[in-house]
């Protein structure tokens, strides 16, 4: 079975750095683009940076752009997410997600808050 498990949250501080790592499993995870969302509270799950099957493509929401850095190591079957210079509106939930035969798959999430 599809299984994504995300690990790398933390509270940091406004301008900290972070690395989100998103171990997949129960697929071919070099077939398939990955990406990454957020969600904070009230607010609805949004995009925040996509990646191709090699890395060769890679895009990012507006907010995170020259921020945030999205990568995968296929030999790991891990995807991650690079934030630097985070903001306080950067505190969210965040998930990897795969689709698979336009089935969408989501991990568990990781708590990210960045307050001083």
């Known amino acids: 079975q599809v299984q994504l498990v995300e690990s790398g949250g933390a509270l940091v501080q406004p301008g900290g750095s972070l690395r989100l790592s998103c171990a997949a499993s129960?697929?071919?995870?070099?077939?398939?683009?990955m990406s990454w969302y957020r969600q904070a509270p009230g607010m609805e799950r949004e995009l925040v940076a996509a990646?191709?099957?090699?890395?060769?493509?890679?895009s990012y929401a507006d907010s995170v752009k020259g921020r945030f850095t999205i990568s995968r190591d296929n030999a790991k079957n891990t995807v991650y997410l690079q934030m630097n210079s985070l903001k306080p509106e950067d505190t969210a939930v965040y998930y990897c997600k795969v689709v698979i035969a336009t089935e969408g798959y989501w991990g568990q999430g990781t708590q990210v808050t960045v307050s001083s």
């Open positions: 129960g697929f071919t995870f070099s077939y398939y683009a």
């Open positions: 990646i191709s099957i090699a890395g060769g493509m890679t």
